[in-house]
């Protein structure tokens, strides 16, 4: 199975900063299968980015992702107070499909 | 409004079965690939099972393949899935997602299996 890997586990940042999250895969990802998802505390996971840089409906724009093969990102380009909250990667190419551990961004 | 309601979980023995369900609502549910993932709470999002548009493709974990099986009624809109021989690290809150790549989620439902 792919084993993705998400770095930091961690990030602590204020409001207006900009945000890199990284997620690198064991091995590449089928098509470009990678997606991005937020959850925050009691809900359940939102979509925000699919096929890598594809922002689904109604995300704001200040989110992008990148990348290719086994290397992939998530930028935050202006945090917002809403968008402090754990983010997972997750390769839908192959299966078992697999999620990422997460990478919680906190106010600092 | 494209809405997903599970149902199902709840308190059951090691070596029980469950079955949950989830109703959807508010785009071709007929259409569309299906899925299950899992998240002990305070914990990182696991990855269970899906299945294809009209039932004929299903994949699963391997912590489940054997255990566990997803099946959908597109005639009722809801999707399911069988857990047997459950074990107490299947406990988890289970939550339904509708897409190939899961851009909608229902609230979940918490399956507790006790030891």
């Known amino acids: 199975e792919i084993v993705l890997t998400q770095s930091p586990g961690t990030l602590s940042l204020s409001p207006g900063e900009r945000a890199t999250l990284s997620c690198r895969a064991s091995?590449?990802?089928?098509?470009?299968?990678l997606g991005w998802y937020q959850q925050k505390p009691g809900q359940a996971p939102r979509l925000l980015i699919y096929?890598?840089?594809s922002r689904a409906t109604g995300i704001p724009d200040r989110f992008s992702g990148s990348g290719s093969g086994t290397d992939f990102s998530l930028t935050i380009s202006r945090l917002e107070p809403e968008d402090f909250a754990v983010y997972y990667c997750?390769?839908?190419?192959?299966?078992?499909?697999?999620f990422g551990g997460g990478t919680k961004v906190e106010i600092k | 409004e494209v809405q997903l309601v599970e149902s199902g979980g709840g308190l059951v023995q090691a070596g029980g079965s469950l079955r949950l369900s989830c109703i959807a609502s508010?785009?071709?549910?007929?259409?569309?690939?299906m899925q299950w993932v899992r998240q002990v709470p305070g914990k990182g999002l696991v990855w269970v099972s899906r299945?294809?548009?009209?039932?004929?493709?299903?994949n699963y974990a391997d912590s489940v393949k054997g255990r566990f099986t997803i099946s959908r009624d597109n005639t009722n809109n809801t999707l399911y899935l069988q857990m047997d021989s459950l074990r107490a690290e299947d406990t988890a809150v289970y939550y339904c997602?509708?897409?190939?790549?899961?851009?909608?989620w229902g609230q979940g439902t918490l399956v507790t299996v006790s030891s």
């Open positions: 997602a509708s897409g190939f790549y899961s851009v909608k």
């Open positions: 508010g785009f071709t549910f007929s259409s569309d690939w």
């Open positions: 091995q590449s990802v089928r098509n470009n299968f």
């Open positions: 096929g890598v840089s």
């Open positions: 997750q390769q839908y190419g192959t299966s078992p499909q697999t």
């Open positions: 299945i294809n548009s009209d039932g004929s493709t299903t």
